[in-house]
Nanobody
């Protein structure tokens, strides 16, 4: 099983990045996918989640209207489009998979660094 994130980097405030997470080794469409982030000295927090079929989407309040989560089940990939980035969005972003049915198997990616700075 692998979750491989990409797309992180350094961007100026107000800029955009698109994160990708490619999954392998499990039935992708049977898993809800999420993006978490962890800033230095802070707890890991849930940023956005999307159900297996893509019909149910949720965001943490601080990113609503700026971030968009989406998935392509044919490509086993989940995306996080991040617009209007702020310095407080700086963090390591992690891809997370959670099986929709019992047992609630979960998988984590290795993380990708996003730095928002001028």
């Amino acid at each position: 099983v692998q979750l491989v994130e990409s797309g992180g980097g350094l961007v100026q405030p107000g800029g955009s990045l698109r994160l990708s997470c490619v999954a392998s080794g499990f039935t992708f469409g049977s898993y809800a996918m999420s993006w978490f982030r962890q800033a230095p000295g802070k707890e890991r927090e849930l940023v956005a989640s999307i159900s297996g079929g893509g019909a149910v989407i949720n965001y943490t309040d601080s990113v609503k209207g700026r971030f968009t989560i989406s998935r392509d089940n044919a490509e086993n990939t989940v995306y996080l489009q991040m617009n209007s980035l702020k310095p407080e969005d700086t963090a390591v972003y992690y891809c997370y998979a959670r099986r929709a049915s019992i047992p609630r198997i979960v998988y984590w990616g290795q993380g990708t660094q996003v730095t928002v700075s001028s």
